[in-house]
């Protein structure tokens, strides 16, 4: 009997999400995904998000007509990302730790947070030689004995940074109520730039959302162009998302943030994309 969540369990389920989904955009497959479509099969009642009657895309969840997945920039990085998410997290389609896993599916690994039966999965990636972890969380919050500002990993150990992905008061809890994360390291991160995120109102303007806050960690990480291509990802995200909630077309700076994209998208989509402008 596979464990709740297991890969044997949401597989079968996602692809089979897929197969019937009513919008023809292919749905990335990775981590967050395939547990999103998990999480809403054992739903007992619909989820009913902020903005839930609004056709989406499958893919991206933005509006259909401003879908964004031929966007989608695709990045390498030697770090990984671990995801701890907060029961409904996957579901909300203004969820941001799912823009980590469109670009960087083969780094990122997501788990619904469990304060006393965490995913055997979870606790094997935690132990696994290859990754050091560090759970990021502000420099302002508890366990000062823990914190760090700096990547010290050992030899042939690379970093897994672990982000616990809901509200804030939601993300403490996290924080406070996982004991087989209390012996890992806290990487503090001191952002230069305040959060662009209108989704949520964080309490402190240092708080900022799941994907900014793991732009800023591939920067510590040495990895600025994974970074950028996150940032400039999610920046598109959530201008679409927020145009949306509104009623009104993006703003010019769509464009912008379109041009900048254009080197982290696979070369091979870039030309196709090209040949239908030039066929229109």
């Not at 044997?8 to 089979?16: C, E, G, Q, R």
């Not at 259909?64 to 907060?86: H, I, N, Q, S, T």
């Not at 994907?211 to 995200?237: I, K, P, R, S, T």
């Amino acid at each position: 009997m596979p464990h709740k969540g297991s890969l044997a369990t949401i597989l079968p389920l996602f692809v089979l999400f897929c197969a019937e989904s009513p919008f023809m955009k292919p749905v990335p497959d990775h981590a967050v995904n395939r547990l999103r479509t998990w999480r809403k099969s054992i739903s007992t009642r619909p989820f009913l998000a902020r903005g839930g009657s609004v056709p989406r895309c499958e893919a991206c969840q933005l509006r259909r007509d401003w879908c964004a997945c031929d966007w989608r920039p695709e990045l390498k990085a030697e770090v990984g990302f671990c995801l701890l998410m907060y029961d409904s997290e996957p579901m909300k389609p203004s969820n941001t730790g799912r823009l980590i896993a469109d670009v960087l599916p083969g780094k990122t690994w997501a788990f619904l947070w469990s304060r006393t039966e965490p995913h055997p999965e979870l606790l094997a990636l935690l132990r696994d030689p290859e990754w050091q972890p560090y759970v990021v969380f502000p420099a302002s919050e508890k366990a000062p004995a823990r914190l760090t500002e700096q990547l010290l990993t050992a030899p042939g150990k690379r970093p897994l940074f672990i982000l616990l992905d809901g509200t804030w008061p939601e993300a403490r809890k996290m924080f406070n109520k996982s004991p087989y994360l209390d012996a890992l390291p806290v990487l503090a991160v001191r952002p230069e730039s305040l959060s662009t995120y209108g989704m949520r109102v964080a309490p402190k303007e240092h708080q900022l959302c799941t994907a900014e806050v793991a732009a800023c960690v591939l920067e510590v990480a040495g990895e600025a162009q994974a970074g950028l291509g996150l940032q400039l990802w999610f920046n598109l995200f959530s201008s679409r998302y927020m145009a949306g909630r509104v009623n009104r077309w993006p703003g010019e700076e769509d464009a912008v943030l379109q041009q900048a994209l254009v080197p982290f998208l696979n070369p091979m989509r870039e030309n196709d994309e090209n040949r239908e402008s030039t066929l229109d």
